[in-house]
């Protein structure tokens, strides 16, 4: 896979994201604990967990968090907001690694993979040993949680090109977002260029290209299955009163362990 979330992007990820809900998207992963657990859970594990953003909020409730990312600099920022005060140090580890491959040689009694990061696992090998790590990972019963973009929505609305701009006291980072659609792969090929002028001073162009795949209710049951899961619930996200349809860009899985 081409690396993404290098140190250019991770710099300004925070700024991208800021008006991004997590600790409504926090509050409804607690719900989802309480709703399906079988058993109080007390140990969560965040794969793909980027910056914090859900690991932390987590960690501030109460939860033992260990967040999986393989980029290194999307840790570091996750590493320095947990020791500067914006999350409890104590309950929370952070460790560098393929959420394809890793292994913590413990147990978990739920694991999240939010904000898509499963589309980043192109090929159904990758899905699978992804899948399949993750339930290496978790106690009888345990809750697999994750969102992803939703097959049928990404038909019927098809990506657009979008432009995010975000003014600063002496500047502005300006990200632009085109994006390819491979049917054929189940593919949106999204490249991103993030550009952070200062003045008329242009300081930096950041390119990187996002493959991200999308799914399908049968195909998520399969992968599942076949990694050692059941869906127990396939929810639109956020709004997960509601069943997907066409309208649905997202969805939730909520996923229990098998014997």
């Not at 914090?52 to 840790?75: E, I, N, Q, S, Y």
């Not at 009694?109 to 589309?119: E, N, P």
């Not at 949106?188 to 999308?214: K, P, S």
Request: glycine share 8%; with cysteine.
């Amino acid at each position: 896979m081409n690396p993404v979330f290098g140190p250019g992007y991770a710099s300004v990820y925070d700024l991208l994201y800021q008006d991004k809900d997590y600790a409504g998207e926090c509050d409804l992963l607690t719900r989802l604990f309480a709703d399906f657990g079988v058993s109080p859970i007390g140990s969560v594990l965040d794969l793909g967990c980027g910056t914090g953003g859900h690991a932390l909020p987590l960690a501030r409730r109460g939860f033992r968090v260990t967040g999986v990312d393989a980029a290194p600099a999307m840790l570091d920022l996750a590493r320095a907001k947990a020791a500067t005060g914006a999350g409890p140090a104590a309950a929370i580890d952070f460790v560098h690694a393929d959420i394809r491959t890793f292994q913590l040689g413990r147990l978990f009694d739920a694991a999240i993979m939010m904000f898509a990061v499963l589309g980043y696992q192109r090929e159904d090998v990758d899905v699978l040993s992804t899948l399949s790590a993750v339930r290496g990972h978790l106690v009888p019963g345990g809750l697999f949680l994750f969102d992803c973009w939703h097959g049928p929505a990404v038909l019927a609305l098809r990506p657009e090109d979008r432009v995010r701009t975000i003014g600063q006291t002496d500047g502005q980072i300006v990200r632009t977002a085109r994006t390819d659609l491979d049917i054929d792969a189940r593919l949106c090929r999204v490249n991103f260029t993030v550009t952070r002028t200062i003045g008329e001073q242009r300081l930096e162009d950041v390119q990187e290209t996002h493959a991200m795949r999308f799914f399908f209710a049968d195909e998520l049951r399969t992968f599942l299955a076949a990694a050692g899961f059941r869906l127990e619930a396939l929810r639109a996200f956020p709004d997960t009163a509601r069943l997907p349809d066409e309208t649905s860009w997202s969805v939730i899985a909520i996923a229990r362990t098998i014997d």
